[in-house]
């Protein structure tokens, strides 16, 4: 059986779901790739620019776009490893400094909240006929929904991982007992540094 490093105290499922975050955004990265590779993957060169090849600022914003897409998914696994609680030590100036608990799990929940706009949008334009498509035979429109198809599942895991981590660092925060700021016990991330040192 395959085996992942986690934290201790993450579920299965978070560990098996932050994992797949990464692989779900690899096709739709490789598909725009192979967009500027020139690939065959779509039926006329509407993207191309005089001579039918793309643009250096084009292509430079698609790889981008690719490579930035598949960092933030990586970032989901920060939610069930250990270097999500401690920033490696090197990382400069911030190495080896805790990661704030509450900042991780909002901007993971903030990020899918924004994936759902991104997918809305997407799905609206198309319904829509917003924008020039993409012009592709049956098998190159078969192959683009293959490759964005799972991107549609980012948001729901990273949303289920961050309610995770979340719970965990209550619940965490809650056994601690120590008191709050306002003298109440459970206050989130007890038994942590002063906030001043999270990063």
Same mark, same amino acid.
């Given at each position: 059986?395959?085996?992942?490093?986690?934290? *201790?105290?993450? =579920?299965?499922? +978070?560990?098996? %779901? /932050?994992? @797949?975050?990464?692989?779900?955004?690899?096709?739709?990265?490789? #598909?725009?790739?192979?967009?500027?590779?020139?690939?065959?993957?779509?039926?006329?060169?509407?993207?191309?620019?005089?001579?039918?090849?793309?643009?250096?600022?084009?292509?430079?914003?698609?790889?981008?776009?690719?490579?930035?897409?598949?960092?933030?998914?990586?970032?989901?696994?920060?939610?069930?490893?250990?270097?999500?609680?401690?920033?490696?030590?090197?990382?400069?100036?911030?190495?080896?400094? *805790?990661?704030? =608990?509450?900042? +991780?799990?909002? %901007? /993971?929940? @903030?990020?899918?909240?924004?994936?759902?706009?991104?997918?809305? #949008?997407?799905?609206?334009?198309?319904?829509?006929?917003?924008?020039?498509?993409?012009?592709?035979?049956?098998?190159?429109?078969?192959?683009?929904?293959?490759?964005?198809?799972?991107?549609?599942?980012?948001?729901?895991?990273?949303?289920?991982?961050?309610?995770?981590?979340?719970?965990?660092?209550?619940?965490?925060?809650?056994?601690?007992?120590?008191?709050?700021?306002?003298?109440?016990?459970?206050?989130?991330?007890?038994?942590?540094? +002063?906030?001043?040192?999270?990063?």
């Amino acid at each position: 059986m395959m085996s992942v490093k986690a934290l *201790p105290g993450v =579920p299965r499922w +978070a560990v098996l %779901a /932050a994992h @797949a975050v990464p692989l779900l955004t690899l096709p739709s990265g490789l #598909w725009r790739l192979a967009l500027v590779a020139g690939l065959p993957v779509t039926q006329d060169a509407w993207h191309h620019g005089p001579g039918g090849v793309m643009s250096t600022v084009e292509a430079v914003y698609v790889v981008s776009l690719s490579v930035v897409s598949e960092l933030l998914a990586f970032l989901t696994l920060g939610l069930v490893r250990p270097w999500g609680e401690v920033l490696p030590r090197r990382f400069p100036f911030l190495g080896g400094r *805790p990661v704030n =608990p509450a900042a +991780a799990w909002r %901007a /993971a929940f @903030a990020g899918a909240a924004g994936l759902c706009a991104l997918a809305a #949008w997407g799905v609206y334009a198309s319904a829509a006929g917003l924008g020039p498509g993409i012009p592709a035979s049956p098998a190159q429109e078969a192959l683009v929904i293959a490759c964005y198809a799972p991107l549609l599942a980012w948001p729901v895991l990273r949303a289920a991982v961050a309610a995770d981590h979340r719970r965990r660092h209550t619940a965490a925060g809650t056994r601690g007992g120590g008191p709050g700021p306002s003298g109440g016990g459970g206050q989130e991330g007890a038994g942590r540094p +002063a906030a001043s040192s999270w990063v």
